[in-house]
């Protein structure tokens, strides 16, 4: 009976073995890539010509209003109307400040009777200096009241203080309207203002031109065009208007404005857009500069600054050495060891090795790592 136990128990046992040794070894599924957010490398901005989109506005506008109170009576102009400097573009209803005029007159020509006699009176001694003063104060209180209200009358006629063409209606007529109640949107048509905003790493790159800022000026003047959709084969000169020196806390840019006289050949209107072409050949530094995110670069054992580099057909990242200069912000300068159009990692950097296989972080928009970003 143990014999057959015996011959039994090293069947199962045989059986056992096969059975392990016919399973496929099942191998370790390899390592997840790590997420990374990406840079993508910008061209030089040294660039001897750059093109920069634009929108038009009118170089001198203007929201009408009252200074005084009332209902309109009649709107003389449409939207759309060219008007002269002067004209008459609305009047309110004058009757209630006609009124108050006529009392006014009232005050003032007692007030100057009164004064008049007082003059007469001092002269004989028959009145003392104190109720002198007050008849000659009386008199100029009422000519000063006199002189407001006939103005407040002249008030109730809406003139063009410039030429230009009227943009916007704002009210209807005989509407109650205040003071100071925009009551038309005026546009001169003569002169247009182009504005463009300068991207904060050409800014950088700008040298200084020294303390004659006028020779720089003309010589901006003397490179910057603007160019008409439609219109291509036609440049339009450029007027330096203003550069504004802090930049937009959203778009970190900074805007600049330039005028030009308004196209005789064609219509452009305030609101319409353009492209505005300026040759920076002598206003930027020649090193072919690129501003990256200061969390992209790292320092290896030497002390040697460091990317990774994306390599977009197989995600793997690999350690690339980099020549840096200034900082600027979240931004610092790479002057060598970078090329156009290359991708590095922007953030994840210190969690990386040589290559490791990666993912993309989803993102919107090209941006440069601020000091909140998660690392």
């Known amino acids: 009976m143990s014999a057959i136990r015996s011959k039994i128990i090293g069947t199962v046992v045989a059986f056992g073995v ?10 370790p599924e390899p390592p997840a890539s790590r997420p990374v957010k990406v840079f993508t490398v910008e061209g030089s901005v040294t660039s001897s010509i750059r093109r920069f989109p634009g929108s038009v506005d009118s170089s001198q506008r203007a929201e009408l209003s009252y200074r005084v109170s009332g209902q309109l009576q009649e709107i003389l102009v449409k939207e759309g109307d060219l008007v002269k400097r002067g004209q008459l573009l609305a009047r309110l209803d004058p009757t209630d400040l006609e009124i108050i005029l006529k009392d006014r007159q009232a005050v003032f020509d007692n007030a100057e009777s009164n004064f008049k006699r007082g003059k007469e009176l001092i002269a004989d001694g028959n009145i003392s200096q104190l109720d002198y003063d007050k008849m000659e104060a009386n008199y100029r209180t009422a000519s000063a009241s006199l002189s ?8 109730t006629k809406l003139k063009a203080p410039f030429a230009g063409r009227v943009a916007q209606r704002l009210v209807q007529n005989f509407e109650e309207v205040s003071s100071k109640q925009a009551i038309f949107q005026l546009q001169s048509v003569d002169q247009l203002d182009v504005i463009i905003n300068l ?34 084969d036609v440049q339009f000169p450029l007027t330096v208007k203003e550069v504004a020196t802090k930049a937009d806390a959203q778009t970190r840019t900074f805007k600049a404005t330039f005028t030009m006289p308004a196209p005789t050949d064609f219509t452009v209107l305030p609101g319409m857009t353009t492209t505005v072409i300026i040759d920076f050949t002598n206003f930027v530094n020649n090193e072919d500069v690129k501003w990256v995110p200061i969390r992209a670069v790292q320092a290896d054992s030497g002390l040697q600054s460091r990317v990774w580099v994306l390599d977009p057909d197989n995600m793997t990242v690999s350690s690339r050495e980099v020549s840096i200069g200034r900082m600027a912000g979240a931004s610092i300068e790479v002057r060598g060891g970078l090329h156009a159009g290359e991708e590095i990692v922007s ?29």
């Not at 096969?18 to 191998?27: P, R």
């Not at 800014?203 to 000026?217: F, M, N, Q, W």
């Not at 969690?351 to 690392?375: H, N, S």
């Open 18 to 27: 096969l059975a392990g040794c016919s399973e496929k070894v099942e191998e």
């Open 148 to 155: 407001q209200a006939k103005q407040n009358v002249e008030y």
């Open 199 to 232: 991207p904060e790493a050409l800014v950088r790159s700008l040298r200084t031109r020294g303390p004659d800022s006028e020779t720089a000026r003309r010589d901006v003047e003397s490179r910057a065009f603007a160019q008409f959709k439609g219109h291509a």
């Open 347 to 375: 953030v994840g950097a210190p969690y990386l090795a040589e290559g490791m296989k990666v993912t993309r972080m989803v993102q919107t928009e090209q941006a440069i790592a601020r000091d909140d970003d998660p690392t």
